[in-house]
T-cell receptor, first 116, second 119 residues
Framework: AQKITQTQPGMFVQEKEAVTLDCTYD???????LFWYKQPSSGEMIFLIY??????QNATEGRYSLNFQKARKSANLVISASQLGDSAMYFC?????????????FGTGTRLTIIP | GAVVSQHPSRVICKSGTSVKIECRSL??????MFWYRQFPKQSLMLMAT?????????EQGVEKDKFLINHASLTLSTLTVTSAHPEDSSFYIC???????????????FGEGSRLTVL
């Protein structure tokens, strides 16, 4: 079974609108971490936001917020007021186990295109 | 923030030759680095965990003799693709965690990636 599932291979969103990128995960660990990374066409992986499994509040980083629904095992990324520079691939990733295990499992990604 | 640098960013080589890719942590020491491979329009797949001063740990299905990993210092890990073939053409990207940052978040920092094309 896939550990990280991103069901949206591509999305087109009008500039200035909010967008939600879906991510569901599968783990039997009680302690885990969820990440979102942005990958522009240049290839580098840019960290966006992190949610720990024990965090009670949804993570926020500027225009990025993570809608964490633990019982549903979902960790959707919400980008508010989208900008043209947001066009990129977005990957959801999970780190299982306790802190110190830095191996990440990535989803298949969502290609986001912002339309002017 | 912490910086991880890869070199070269692009390399084209002939089939049968070997190619070395370097991954450096520029402002921190990393006892562990990770090597990922990404095929076009696909996700990142972990290839191996590079451990300073000891052998790398390879993921299932990754050929150890094909992808040689050396982590000789706390700031440098190298990936050598031996006897490269066209099917080895891919985007290779490394990552490392700055032990001085992140706390429970344990944020990983990624290199810029290296695009290998084998003719």
């Amino acid at each position: 079974a896939q550990k990280i599932t991103q069901t949206q291979p591509g999305m087109f969103v009008q500039e200035k609108e909010a967008v939600t990128l879906d991510c569901t995960y599968d783990t039997s660990d009680q302690s885990y971490g969820l990440f979102w990374y942005k990958q522009p066409s240049s290839g580098e992986m840019i960290f966006l936001i992190y949610q720990g499994s024990y965090d009670e509040q949804n993570a926020t980083e500027g225009r990025y917020s993570l809608n964490f629904q633990k019982a549903r095992k979902s960790a959707n990324l919400v980008i508010s007021a989208s900008q043209l520079g947001d066009s990129a691939m977005y990957f959801c990733a999970m780190r299982e186990g306790n802190f110190g295990n830095e191996k990440l499992t990535f989803g298949t990604g969502t290609r986001l295109t912002i339309i002017p | 923030g912490a910086v991880v640098s890869q070199h070269p960013s692009r390399v084209i080589c002939k089939s049968g030759t070997s190619v070395k890719i370097e991954c450096r942590s520029l402002d921190f020491q990393a006892t562990t680095m990770f090597w990922y491979r990404q095929f076009p329009k696909q996700s990142l797949m972990l290839m191996a965990t590079s451990n300073e001063g000891s052998k790398a740990t390879y993921e299932q299905g990754v050929e150890k003799d094909k992808f040689l990993i050396n982590h000789a210092s706390l700031t440098l890990s190298t990936l050598t693709v031996t006897s490269a073939h066209p099917e080895d053409s891919s985007f290779y990207i490394c990552s490392a965690r700055d032990p001085g940052q992140g706390g429970p978040r344990g944020e990983l920092f990624f290199g810029e990636g290296s695009r290998l094309t084998v003719l």
